[in-house]
């Protein structure tokens, strides 16, 4: 990326035959480059996010924290009275067994009003149901399809970098996360960083680690592309090491590891998408690999990691290139972040869902960003 001996120019006053020549020649792979998804004519495609009234909450009645939680986000979303759904679980273990999944599921499609397209779960335990994720079981009910045993594919998602703003409306599917956190303080915590984050509109980086772990750093592909196709809107650095240190201006770090350290001594800003590639990353209730919720607690808004064994396709990882570009043009935490997932059967999404902080859809060019030639 240092391009010493070419002169640097801004990415985008250069004529846009250029920067599609650069782009279909050297990025094709990347969806930023593809004409397909997210085109204006897909269905759902319109200029309003995903907002309080498209958002239920799924409170769990037997568990003193979850009925505090959603009490506390419905107030800071001020998410609609009838958006409550109510069901009635034993809390605090990890795994839901299918039985069981099954009639909460029923609880809540008995209570689920049309208009909702997509839940924050108020809980960080259950975090899976047999052999998915509960937010994937919860946005398309349990399906063995989603599973694999071994090194397999597992079934697509339709809202992969889909233009739609409605998922259940043109898909079926209702996108779900966790509002996760330790305790009651560390959620609540969270959800005041997604309400901040709106609008905000923030100066920060952009952080992209090219690591040593060969198996874990496969999404690297795609990080020249993001840092060319996006220069002219956000500052992005790739960087070839195992850890970021002491940095205040984080708003997206991706990378590969089984365990990140120092993570904490960085400042995140509000609306930051933080994940690692590794196995376990969302066995929230500890492994011996890091868990997602590290993340949270270190100050990011959003995370993501498997539930079981994955394997190390990027299709089961949220692809940092169709993150970022949605979340720039306004998409909300939950619709940024699912739809960089392909295959989502074993991956869990956590964090406040609403946080938007591009939400205006005006996402200026960034003065001091430069593409090096």
Same mark, same amino acid.
């Given at each position: 990326?240092?391009?010493?001996?070419?002169?640097?120019?801004?990415?985008?006053?250069?004529?846009?035959?250029?920067?599609?020549?650069?782009?279909?020649?050297?990025?094709?792979?990347?969806?930023?480059?593809?004409?397909?998804?997210?085109?204006?004519?897909?269905?759902?495609?319109?200029?309003?996010?995903?907002?309080?009234? +498209?958002?239920?909450?799924?409170?769990?009645?037997?568990?003193?924290?979850?009925?505090?939680?959603?009490?506390?986000?419905?107030?800071?979303?001020?998410?609609?009275?009838?958006?409550?759904?109510?069901?009635?679980?034993?809390?605090?273990?990890?795994?839901?067994? +299918?039985?069981?999944?099954?009639?909460?599921?029923?609880?809540?499609?008995?209570?689920?009003?049309?208009?909702?397209?997509?839940?924050?779960?108020?809980?960080?335990?259950?975090?899976?149901?047999?052999?998915?994720?509960?937010?994937?079981?919860?946005?398309?009910?349990?399906?063995?399809?989603?599973?694999? +045993?071994?090194?397999?594919?597992?079934?697509?998602?339709?809202?992969?970098?889909?233009?739609?703003?409605?998922?259940?409306?043109?898909?079926?599917?209702?996108?779900?996360?966790?509002?996760?956190?330790?305790?009651?303080?560390?959620?609540?915590?969270?959800?005041?960083?997604?309400?901040?984050?709106?609008?905000?509109?923030?100066?920060?980086?952009?952080?992209?680690?090219?690591?040593?772990?060969?198996?874990?750093?496969?999404?690297?592909?795609?990080?020249?592309?993001?840092?060319?196709?996006?220069?002219?809107?956000?500052?992005?650095?790739?960087?070839?090491?195992?850890?970021?240190?002491?940095?205040?201006?984080?708003?997206?770090?991706?990378?590969?590891?089984?365990?990140?350290?120092?993570?904490?001594?960085?400042?995140?800003?509000?609306?930051?998408?933080?994940?690692?590639?590794?196995?376990?990353?969302?066995?929230?209730?500890?492994?011996?690999?890091?868990?997602?919720?590290?993340?949270?607690?270190?100050?990011?808004?959003?995370?993501?990691?498997?539930?079981?064994?994955?394997?190390?396709?990027? +299709?089961?990882?949220?692809?940092?290139?169709?993150?970022?570009?949605?979340?720039?043009?306004?998409?909300?935490?939950?619709?940024?972040?699912?739809?960089?997932?392909?295959?989502?059967?074993?991956?869990?999404?956590?964090?406040?869902?609403?946080?938007?902080?591009?939400?205006?859809?005006?996402?200026?060019?960034?003065?001091?960003?430069?593409?090096?030639?």
């Amino acid at each position: 990326m240092t391009g010493t001996d070419r002169p640097a120019r801004t990415w985008h006053t250069l004529p846009v035959r250029i920067r599609w020549l650069a782009c279909l020649l050297s990025l094709a792979q990347l969806s930023a480059c593809n004409a397909t998804p997210g085109s204006a004519d897909q269905p759902g495609s319109t200029a309003e996010p995903l907002g309080p009234e +498209q958002l239920a909450i799924v409170v769990n009645d037997a568990d003193p924290v979850s009925v505090r939680v959603a009490d506390y986000y419905r107030s800071a979303r001020r998410i609609p009275a009838e958006n409550m759904i109510h069901v009635r679980f034993t809390p605090g273990r990890a795994l839901m067994p +299918q039985g069981e999944f099954r009639q909460v599921m029923a609880a809540v499609n008995r209570q689920v009003p049309s208009t909702v397209q997509a839940y924050a779960l108020a809980w960080t335990l259950p975090y899976r149901v047999g052999c998915m994720s509960i937010t994937t079981a919860f946005a398309a009910g349990f399906d063995a399809d989603f599973c694999a +045993q071994g090194c397999k594919a597992t079934r697509a998602s339709p809202y992969f970098d889909s233009a739609t703003r409605r998922p259940h409306d043109d898909h079926g599917w209702r996108p779900a996360i966790l509002l996760a956190g330790t305790d009651f303080a560390a959620v609540q915590s969270l959800i005041d960083r997604g309400v901040s984050a709106d609008g905000s509109r923030p100066r920060g980086s952009g952080y992209l680690l090219s690591t040593r772990d060969r198996a874990r750093n496969v999404r690297a592909r795609f990080f020249p592309g993001i840092a060319l196709l996006q220069s002219d809107r956000f500052r992005f650095e790739i960087i070839e090491a195992d850890v970021l240190r002491h940095r205040t201006d984080v708003l997206f770090y991706f990378t590969g590891r089984a365990r990140v350290a120092d993570i904490d001594t960085n400042r995140y800003r509000p609306g930051a998408l933080a994940d690692h590639l590794t196995s376990a990353g969302g066995k929230l209730d500890g492994s011996r690999q890091m868990s997602s919720l590290r993340w949270l607690e270190a100050g990011a808004t959003g995370s993501y990691g498997s539930v079981v064994e994955p394997c190390a396709f990027v +299709q089961k990882f949220p692809r940092p290139d169709i993150a970022i570009d949605r979340y720039l043009d306004g998409e909300t935490l939950i619709e940024a972040y699912w739809k960089s997932v392909e295959w989502p059967g074993q991956g869990l999404f956590i964090g406040e869902p609403l946080a938007a902080p591009f939400a205006d859809h005006s996402v200026p060019a960034f003065e001091n960003q430069t593409a090096q030639w």
